[in-house]
């Protein structure tokens, strides 16, 4: 079966979707499995995207990216997406989680005098 929605519909599922507990408006999808695209008016479209043009009232840029607060890419919680670059989601997700930052932290600190990691003893030519 294909699915096929306006914008006006699409808008209001999204505006009937309950919160999640961390305040996640998590898209459903058409046919209750979730795909990334949504068929709108013969164009597939991302749910973050739609939801941040609606926010901001005007398009965004191609090169642009519909980023999220929570990391969650099926929330569509206009609150939590913002519009930025492949760069800054990815600075945004490593100041946000520990995990990241600890492995940042051990990369710095290990670090030679040049600015380099140290080489691997997996890498490193041994015989010779």
């Known amino acids: 079966m294909s699915y096929r929605i306006t914008l006006a519909e699409f808008y ?17 999808g058409l046919d209750g499995k979730y795909r990334s695209g949504v068929p709108i ?4 479209a991302i749910p973050a995207r739609l939801v941040l043009e609606r926010k ?4 965004i840029n191609g090169w642009l990216m519909a980023c999220h607060h ?8 206009p609150d939590h997406i913002y519009e930025g670059t492949a760069r800054q989601n990815r600075i945004d997700t ?10 940042r932290e051990r990369r710095a600190a290990a670090t030679n005098a040049n600015g380099l990691p140290p080489r691997s003893n ?3 030519r041994t015989g010779h």
């Open 12 to 28: 209001k599922i999204c505006d009937s979707i309950k919160p999640t507990k961390r305040g996640c408006l998590i898209w459903p």
């Open 94 to 103: 490593v100041n946000r989680h520990p995990m990241y930052r600890k492995l």
């Open 56 to 59: 901001l009232g005007r398009p």
């Open 70 to 77: 929570c990391d969650v890419p099926r929330c569509v919680n």
């Open 122 to 124: 997996a890498n490193a």
């Open 41 to 44: 008016e013969g164009k597939s």
